[in-house]
Structures are given as structure tokens and as C-alpha cells.
């Protein structure tokens, strides 16, 4: 057994987990944070992605002794306390997303690639970057507009706060 620790959603926490146990278990089974989804345990569809220092990465490419230390950010940390982010907001909006359960990865790796492109966002690179996460039920059209309706409101606020 190893001894993992990690800050989740700004609070630092500790568990035991076998040294073969994947990061998306050890978020799901230990801490009890049920939205990062598993899909396909083989990094294919995506459903698992979160922020591990600030980056997206699909927790089931990662044993979760690798990731201690490290911080996370799952998809019950994104919103602010009693609003959905502008990412979730923008899903919601825009009906990118049917049975949901793609949703909570597709979310999280857009709002990685927002941070990432600074508002500089067009269809053809959503589309590219969003190749690693699997939707079987939306045709991506709407998650497509749902990211670059998200990139649009962001960029907008982070423009008039700078003004």
C-alpha cells in the first residue's frame, strides 16, 4: 500500500491505495468525487480528464502514486460556489451535451484550451483539440459551439476587467 496526498479542489487530501491503482479510482473510490467518469481505462475517450497542475490530463493514464503531491482540480471544482463556470454554463446554453456522460471531460478540457489560447479560439482548433475526448451522442456540433460560445463570454469578461 502507498500513501497518496494531494490538494483536490484547493483542499489537501491523503489516502492509501494500492501502488497499481489508476488516479481516476483513486478520485472516484477514495475521495468520492464521482464526476470524473470512466470510460474506457485506455486514455481513448476522455471522460476521466482533470487538472493536474493546471493542465488537462485523462487521470487513467496515471497511477495515482504518481500524481501525489500534485494539484487537482476535478469537475466539482470548477464552479464557483453556487454558479456553473462559463464552460458549464455554455453546455448548458448551447445543448452540448445529451446523456452527459462525456460531458464532465469534454467540460474540463475546454476549459483547459481556453486558458491555453488566451480567447484565441476558432472552430477548426476546438475541433483538433478536442479529438482525444468521445461523444456518442451529440455529433459535436454543439459542444463545438458550446466552447467557442464559452472562449467568447471569458475573453469578453477578461477584457473588461483589464479595462
Do not use: W
Not at 36 to 53: A, K, L, S
Amino acid at each position: 500500500m502507498a500513501k497518496v496526498t494531494l490538494t483536490v479542489n484547493g483542499r489537501t487530501v491523503s489516502g492509501e491505495c494500492d501502488d497499481r491503482m489508476l488516479l481516476v479510482h483513486f478520485i472516484r473510490e477514495k475521495l468520492g468525487l464521482t464526476g470524473t467518469h470512466v470510460g474506457c481505462d485506455t486514455t481513448q475517450c476522455g471522460t476521466c480528464v482533470i487538472h493536474m497542475n493546471g493542465r488537462s490530463v485523462k487521470s487513467c493514464s496515471l497511477l495515482a502514486v504518481q500524481a501525489s503531491g500534485a494539484e487537482i482540480t476535478t469537475i466539482e471544482g470548477i464552479a464557483a460556489q453556487g454558479e456553473l463556470h462559463p464552460v458549464q454554463a455554455a453546455f448548458k446554453e448551447h445543448h452540448g451535451l445529451q446523456c452527459g456522460f462525456c460531458t464532465p471531460g469534454m467540460v474540463m478540457t475546454a476549459v483547459d484550451m481556453i486558458g491555453r489560447h488566451g480567447g484565441q479560439l476558432d472552430e477548426a482548433t476546438v475541433r483538433h483539440e478536442l479529438e482525444g475526448n468521445i461523444c456518442r451522442c451529440t455529433g459535436y456540433q454543439n459542444i463545438v459551439a458550446a466552447v467557442l460560445a464559452a472562449n467568447q463570454q471569458m475573453h469578453g469578461a477578461t477584457r473588461q476587467a483589464a479595462e
